[in-house]
């Protein structure tokens, strides 16, 4: 690392913190969970707006993928979200201009730190703009079995990077993934499953229909509700009494 690198990273730092706000981190403990025992325990925050993130990160879009990653290890919540949105715009820039080296290296970049990935937040801003990109016309085989990982936000990676296969019209990755996770005994992977479920029926909604016909009557009441949302009125009162 070159002597000037120390002081990028300080600069970025302290550009966030100066957007911090006392009550609006009080909020956000409660907010993320992060009491004892709670799924985000420990995690600190500064309690900023993900706009206000993204635009710093912005004018330090070209720093060095190995100052990104430094970033990613940060004790302060927000400074691992501008890590990760420093890291889409990476991988954004590098499907612009076709170049292949540079995709596989932030892909592996994140998935060798997936662990740092450690908040819903943080995984819905990533999964599916850098794995499910990068997955969208390869093999998949890496979601399944992340699926069934002992880590929750691995797990919840894994039904939210199908979010981009959706946006294209590919919906049987999800309702595959989404049967994997039907048992899961995490509140935040029903609601993700039935967020991908509900999004998977805006393009096809015989296919959500055929997948509640088959699995409503096992699915948590949360992941039903999130999947049924948008649906028509008759129809969501006929699944919520099966």
């Not at 609006?24 to 403990?29: E, L, N, V």
């Not at 060095?64 to 400074?79: G, N, Q």
């Not at 991988?91 to 997936?114: C, F, G, H, I, R």
Request: aromatic share 12%.
């Amino acid at each position: 690392m070159n002597k000037k690198e120390p002081k990028v990273l300080h600069a970025i730092r302290k550009e966030l913190k100066e957007l911090w706000s006392e009550q609006k981190a009080m909020q956000a403990r409660r907010f993320f969970k992060t009491w004892k025992g709670e799924y985000g325990e420990g995690d600190l925050f500064w309690w900023l707006t993900v706009p206000s993130i993204k635009k710093v990160a912005k004018k330090y879009k070209n720093l060095a993928l190995d100052d990104i990653v430094s970033l990613l290890y940060d004790p302060i919540h927000e400074v691992r979200f501008f890590w990760l949105w420093l890291l889409v715009l990476r991988y954004e820039a590098a499907q612009k201009q076709s170049d292949e080296l540079w995709q596989k290296e932030v892909v592996s970049v994140y998935l060798e730190n997936m662990q740092q990935v450690n908040n819903w937040d943080l995984v819905d801003v990533s999964a599916h703009k850098i794995l499910g990109r990068r997955l969208l016309h390869k093999p998949k085989k890496i979601l399944y079995t992340m699926a069934t990982s002992e880590h929750l936000w691995t797990r919840r990676i894994a039904i939210v990077a199908t979010w981009m296969f959706i946006r294209e019209g590919k919906v049987a990755d999800t309702y595959a993934l989404a049967k994997i996770l039907l048992h899961d005994s995490h509140d935040l992977i029903h609601k993700a499953v039935g967020r991908m479920l509900r999004e998977a029926g805006k393009k096809d909604i015989n296919a959500l229909y055929d997948f509640l016909d088959a699995h409503c009557t096992v699915m948590p009441r949360t992941m039903l509700r999130y999947a049924i949302e948008r649906i028509e009125k008759n129809k969501k009162a006929y699944y919520m009494k099966k």
